[in-house]
């Protein structure tokens, strides 16, 4: 599956009015980080006192200071974007769409990495986890899978907890589950995204089973694992994954700051003899 650019990724985020002022914006990321106003001055080398005029509207931020104040609250690259226009400032960070030439090198790199980890699966997904590109350990999984669940955009959540999706397969559906739910509320807390709650509304309302799936014939054997595993079903075998994901580092353009690659590592010597049997 190759790197494809996905219509909801620029929606990342609900916009701002640029109106409101910059000093609310930062007010309010500063209070969801909890960070008091002395503690981000100590950070970003200013006063409290200047923090204070900031958020209250009493003094205009430099273009310098509103990076280095979101720098220092952690505030994703898209809503840097915003918080500069709300100060008065151009957008400092380009949005490339992800078919864009400029990004050719980024994809086959991307693809390259997938490839060659085969046979253990592994795909790209962006902010809102729609899946850009997955290698062939991936298609495996979803084999079986209901059409309707499969065209694009692909939802990696949506595949994983969908009851016609990858959930009924899942052995540990209400861990895996968990896991997930949590993740996207830190990435909710994170960005505060609207398009990702309400996503994160939908896959938690998809309804999971009084009890466990039963078992198959093949039960894994006992392993003491490191984290915990997604065990999932896959022809009449129990293979077993630990998740693991990579994010670009001081990404400079919001298209790439919310690509992450996730990986698949196998979690029992069970599941890594399937998985290189299939290369033979």
Same mark, same amino acid.
């Given at each position: 599956?190759?790197?494809?650019?996905?219509?909801?990724?620029?929606?990342?985020?609900?916009?701002?009015?640029?109106?409101?002022?910059?000093?609310?914006?930062?007010?309010?990321?500063?209070?969801?980080?909890?960070?008091?106003?002395?503690?981000?001055?100590?950070?970003?080398?200013?006063?409290?006192?200047?923090?204070?005029?900031?958020?209250?509207?009493?003094?205009?931020?430099?273009?310098?200071?509103? @990076? !280095?104040?979101? =720098?220092? $609250?952690?505030?994703?690259?898209? /809503?840097?974007? &915003?918080?500069?226009?709300? *100060?008065?400032?151009?957008?400092?960070?380009?949005?490339?769409?992800?078919?864009?030439?400029?990004?050719?090198?980024?994809?086959?790199?991307?693809?390259?990495?997938?490839?060659?980890?085969?046979?253990?699966?592994?795909?790209?997904?962006?902010?809102?986890?729609?899946?850009?590109?997955?290698?062939?350990?991936?298609?495996?999984?979803?084999?079986?899978?209901?059409?309707?669940?499969?065209?694009?955009?692909?939802?990696?959540?949506?595949?994983?907890?969908?009851?016609?999706?990858?959930?009924?397969?899942?052995?540990?559906?209400?861990?895996?589950?968990?896991?997930?739910?949590?993740?996207?509320?830190?990435?909710?807390? @994170? !960005?505060?995204? =609207?398009? $990702?709650?309400?996503?994160?509304? /939908?896959?938690? &309302?998809?309804?999971?089973? *009084?009890?466990?799936?039963?078992?198959?014939?093949?039960?894994?054997?006992?392993?003491?694992?490191?984290?915990?595993?997604?065990?999932?079903?896959?022809?009449?075998?129990?293979?077993?994954?630990?998740?693991?994901?990579?994010?670009?580092?001081?990404?400079?353009?919001?298209?790439?700051?919310?690509?992450?690659?996730?990986?698949?590592?196998?979690?029992?010597?069970?599941?890594?003899?399937?998985?290189?049997?299939?290369?033979?």
């Amino acid at each position: 599956m190759t790197l494809v650019p996905s219509a909801d990724a620029a929606s990342v985020t609900a916009s701002t009015p640029a109106e409101q002022g910059v000093g609310p914006l930062l007010r309010a990321w500063r209070e969801q980080r909890r960070v008091s106003q002395l503690e981000l001055a100590l950070r970003a080398d200013s006063s409290a006192r200047h923090i204070s005029f900031i958020e209250t509207g009493r003094s205009r931020p430099s273009e310098e200071m509103v @990076l !280095r104040l979101a =720098e220092h $609250l952690e505030v994703p690259v898209r /809503e840097r974007n &915003a918080l500069l226009l709300a *100060a008065g400032y151009a957008p400092r960070y380009p949005e490339t769409p992800l078919d864009d030439p400029a990004l050719d090198a980024l994809r086959a790199g991307m693809e390259q990495l997938i490839q060659g980890y085969e046979p253990y699966p592994a795909l790209v997904v962006d902010a809102m986890y729609h899946v850009h590109a997955a290698n062939r350990g991936i298609l495996m999984l979803l084999d079986g899978i209901p059409e309707h669940l499969l065209k694009p955009p692909l939802n990696a959540m949506r595949l994983t907890l969908h009851p016609e999706g990858l959930a009924p397969r899942i052995r540990n559906l209400r861990e895996w589950r968990g896991h997930l739910l949590a993740q996207m509320d830190r990435q909710i807390a @994170l !960005r505060r995204s =609207e398009p $990702l709650r309400r996503l994160y509304e /939908e896959v938690a &309302a998809y309804p999971v089973p *009084a009890e466990e799936p039963p078992g198959t014939d093949q039960e894994p054997a006992p392993v003491p694992y490191f984290a915990l595993p997604m065990q999932i079903e896959h022809e009449g075998r129990v293979l077993s994954f630990i998740s693991s994901i990579s994010t670009f580092n001081t990404p400079m353009d919001v298209t790439v700051a919310e690509l992450a690659i996730e990986t698949l590592l196998p979690a029992d010597p069970a599941t890594v003899k399937y998985l290189q049997s299939l290369m033979s």
